[in-house]
């Protein structure tokens, strides 16, 4: 038999019918795969999915074959790639390079050019006819491959009638493309055709039983692969056929099961032959040996080169292993060594899309997208390319990178590439990311493009009720609810939850009554499963709000003994907890509260139970209940930030028990443990300070205060700190030296209550140092101060009253008694006018400006002065400020001394 240059059997081939796919590695270049195969964050991974058979027996020793034509019709090419008359085409040339390269697209683009140019030379059309089978056959396209040989059929139909050889050739071309088409047992029946009329020494012959071989293999019939392998080695023997069929054996005993056939025709073999050791390697993993595979495997990686068939065959099935093992990171480094040695584009873009799903799984996201990147560059053709693109948003959404991800999802539904499906996926997902970024004019716009251009109903109702929600996130609830409620009376298959959101949008607009109603009726229409139980929470909750709590703890109980699973459960014992907590019946809070920490400890409300029944102990006077409780918070949720605040109340507990120092400990160790959470260290640090300056501590509360500006600028607390200080330094009588503090924490809390406080310690302070400026500037520039905070619309009434007050000593203090005596008599006017409204607040301002004004009027030393100070104390009296008997006293005194008459 002549060694010649030929391509063996079935060419390469992919994406057989899943009847077909299974998981057999013919020796040269075969290729494990999974049908359908995974796109990322789908729940099937890479190794579990049922293999599929993708055989490539393009024996690296022939390559030459695929270099020139790929397929020959009598068997014999010459690499020149010339006419039997010498003539050259360029065009043949490029697509066989093309086709080496494994770009079987461009090789049958430059084939068919080929063809249109040997249009009147036989011998080159004929070839050019081969070479278009096989780069459709390299390229699975089943349908142009079948296409080329009817039309090949037709041309040389009377050469294939008349030639027996030309007619064998013929059936072995069809032979392969039936294999492609799924039809393996008309294969097999073509392939037979030939071996019975074609000599046993022929190219024909061996190509032959190659293929029909290989369809055994793909119909899982070990026994008759390797009766025909074996019969090719025999009349192969002396060739390179003996050779390829020993290897096919070898794969064929390792695939049926057989490891000790498969490893003593290994032993039989040379060992230091890179590819036995290579099937060796294949062998161990088939045993389950990874790490002797792994290790083998990695002594010879130095000899690899390029491209090669067993090569990937051995990379590919470790990568497959560690996948098995969940071991992503060492699957991907195998991965990588596929897609380097695959010899087609179709295998090297199978293998980005497995390394897409390793990266991912794995959570290297920044990875996956950077070869989802890679993969959308070199094949942005794929029939995989909309998926790529669609996970790649999805990745660069989980990244924050939102801009990106939109753009990818705009060029989705720009792209006339992608399929409306896919486009429809894209308009859903980006609407989602312009949502999350409360771009909802965006997100609008691209649910409206589902509406107008989704099939289906149900995606056109899903798209709808989005725009509904989007109302709702826009506070637009009156809108939403209506759109909702067109919505369920439109579909019946959105009515349910349609309802439910038009329900809780009436919610939000806080028509609790509307709410109480709709529920009612919605409950009698839909009275079981998931939606039905989040409509029970919603009525409870709906009663709470109407104030009917013995109503709404009720449903809460009911709810939580019917539906314990609901993640609203512990939800609804919280509620219950809160409505005895809120009526003072503390011993209803605290049994359910504790029913939360008994039955869910791990819910994430369960940290903020303890801490309510924590205060619950203490305000029942269960102080050593409440210790115990903040100590159950610090062992159970240390993390949590009601720990947090339980430590600052246990602080507080302290502070206000005088026990000073212990408190200060407490805050000290919430400093320290806290030091990664700027916003706790920093009020620890404050309330260190301040408890300080409380047990007269001031030098040390300095120090906290420092500490707490240095360590933290940033945070808004240090306003605070730097008010405790001017405090500090007030007490002291060191007035000017405060002014500069309270001035920084007025200017850090623009519009802020700190603000106004801080304006009005300021006027004290300059009103304190008055004395020192004859010409009255810092009197005026106290004034100045108590008259903004005059100004502001949106302080307390006993702060204004304040403010007043201040202001009318600054008018004393100039000598303009006039003014002072009209701002007292503003605030007892003003006290007078709120108590008949019903707003009663601390009269300490009051008092403070009765007694001034009374005294402003008696320094005149006249009766009609003394009459105006005896009105100002009658009204005090009828008022019932304390303390009255003073007050008529007061009253008494100065009708004796002015001689005032009844």
């Known amino acids: 038999m002549k060694e010649i240059i030929i391509i ?120 050019s006819y081969c070479c278009l089978f096989s780069a459709h056959v390299g390229n699975r396209d089943a349908k142009n491959a079948r296409t080329e040989f009817q039309e090949f059929s037709a041309k040389f139909a009377d050469e294939i009638a008349a030639g027996k050889e030309f007619a064998q050739r013929a059936d072995y071309w069809n032979a392969n493309i039936l294999v492609l088409e799924g039809e393996l047992d008309l294969a097999i029946d073509a392939y037979n055709r030939i071996l019975k009329t074609a000599p046993d020494i022929s190219d024909i012959y ?15 019939n070990w026994d008759e692969a390797e009766k025909t392998y074996l019969k090719l080695e025999a009349v192969g023997k002396g060739t390179r056929w003996a050779d390829y069929a020993r290897k096919q054996r070898i794969l064929v005993a390792i695939y049926k099961g057989d490891i000790e056939k498969a490893r003593s025709m290994l032993n039989a073999g040379d060992s230091k032959n890179v590819t036995d050791v290579l099937l060796t390697v294949f062998l161990l993993v088939k045993e389950g040996k990874l790490a002797e595979a792994d290790e083998m495997y990695k002594k010879i990686r130095s000899q690899a080169q390029g491209p090669d068939s067993l090569w990937f065959l051995a990379s590919f099935n470790l990568a497959n292993a560690y996948l098995d093992k969940k071991n992503l990171q060492s699957a991907l480094v195998y991965q990588k060594d596929a897609e380097f040695f695959a010899e087609s584009e179709i295998d090297k873009e199978k293998m980005l899309l497995q390394m897409i799903n390793s990266q991912a799984l794995s959570g290297n996201n920044e990875g996956a997208i950077g070869t989802c990147q890679r993969f959308l560059k070199n094949y942005p053709n794929s029939s995989s390319s909309g998926r790529i693109m669609l996970q790649l948003a999805r990745m660069l959404m989980a990244l924050k990178k939102y801009q990106e991800a939109v753009n990818i999802y705009k060029e989705m539904l720009n792209s006339p590439k992608i399929d409306n499906a896919m486009k429809l996926s894209a308009a859903r997902e980006a609407g989602q990311v ?93 009275d079981r499963g998931a939606s039905y139980q989040s409509a029970y929470f919603l009525y409870g909750m709906t009663l709470l709000k109407l104030r009917k709590f013995d109503d709404a703890a009720g449903v809460f109980a009911d709810f939580a003994k019917r539906f314990p699973e609901n993640t609203d459960a512990p939800r609804a014992w919280f509620e219950m907890g809160n409505i ?32 309510k029944r924590l205060y619950a102990h203490f305000l029942s006077g269960g102080e050593e209940a409440a210790g115990k409780d903040l100590e159950l918070l610090r062992k159970n949720y240390s993390d949590s930030l009601f720990t947090v605040k339980g430590l600052f109340w246990q602080a507080d507990f302290l502070r206000d028990g005088g026990k000073f120092d212990k408190a200060e400990a407490v805050l000290q160790e919430l400093a320290a443990k806290y030091a990664a959470k700027p916003s706790v260290a920093s009020e620890a640090i404050y309330e260190s300070a301040y408890i300080c300056s409380k047990a007269g501590k001031n030098d040390k509360a300095v120090k906290y205060l420092d500490e707490l500006s240095e360590k933290f600028p940033n945070e808004s607390i240090v306003s605070e700190g730097f008010m405790l200080r001017g405090d500090i330094l007030s007490e002291a009588n060191e007035f000017e030296k405060a002014i500069p503090f309270y001035t920084k924490a007025a200017e850090r809390r623009p519009g802020s209550n700190l603000e106004t406080a801080c304006w009005g310690r300021l006027g004290d302070c300059y009103f304190s140092i008055a004395w020192k400026t004859p010409d009255n500037s810092n009197i005026m520039t106290a004034t100045d101060y108590f008259r903004k905070i005059i100004a502001r619309t949106n302080i307390s009434l006993n702060f204004r009253d304040q403010a007043v007050y201040k202001l009318a000593k ?71 400020m304390e303390p009255k008997d003073d007050f008529t006293k007061m009253i008494r005194e100065i009708r004796e001394k002015f001689k005032l008459k009844e």
């Open 580 to 611: 005895g907590f809120d009526s003072g019946n503390y011993k209803m809070a605290e049994e359910n509260y504790s029913k939360i920490l008994e039955t869910y400890p791990k819910d994430e409300i369960a940290p903020n139970a303890l801490y």
């Open 434 to 526: 312009f949502i999350a970024e409360k771009l909802y004019n965006e997100a609008r716009e691209k649910f409206n493009y589902i509406v107008e251009n989704a099939q289906d109903r149900a995606r056109k109702f899903e798209a709808r009720i989005q725009l509904a929600d989007i109302l709702c996130l826009e506070k637009k609830y009156s809108e939403g609810a209506a759109a909702f409620e067109k919505i369920a009376g439109e579909d019946p298959m959105s009515r349910e939850p349609a309802l439910l959101k038009q329900v809780n949008a009436v919610f939000e607009m806080k028509d609790y009554q509307k709410a109480f109603v709709l529920l009612g009726s919605y409950m009698k229409e839909f």
């Open 206 to 220: 061996a190509e032959s039983l190659s293929g029909l071989a290989a369809v055994w293999v793909i119909k899982l």
């Open 8 to 127: 063996k059997t079935i060419g390469i081939i992919l994406g057989f019918p899943i009847k077909y796919f299974h998981s057999f590695m013919c020796f040269w270049c075969s290729i494990e795969f999974k049908p359908n195969h995974p796109i990322i964050h789908q729940s099937n991974h890479p190794s579990s999915s049922g293999m599929t058979m993708d055989i490539i027996l393009n024996n690296r020793r022939l390559k030459n074959c695929f270099a020139l034509a790929a397929a020959v019709l009598f068997c014999v090419l010459s690499v020149s790639a010339q006419d039997a008359n010498g003539k050259y085409y360029r065009s043949r040339q490029i697509g066989d390079k093309a086709f080496s390269d494994g770009y079987y697209s461009l090789a049958v683009k430059f084939y068919t050019q080929y063809k249109n140019e040997a249009a009147d030379d036989q011998a080159a059309l004929k070839d």
């Open 810 to 880: 600054c008018d004393e203090t100039i000598g303009d008694k006039g003014s002072a005596l009209a701002r007292y008599r503003e605030i007892i006017y003003g006290y007078q006018a709120d108590k008949d409204k019903g707003e009663i607040r601390d009269p300490v301002w009051l008092i403070k400006a009765a007694q001034a004004a009374a005294r402003l009027y008696l320094e005149k030393e006249t009766p009609e002065a003394a009459e105006a100070a005896v009105s100002i104390y009658r009204k005090l009296v009828a008022l019932n």
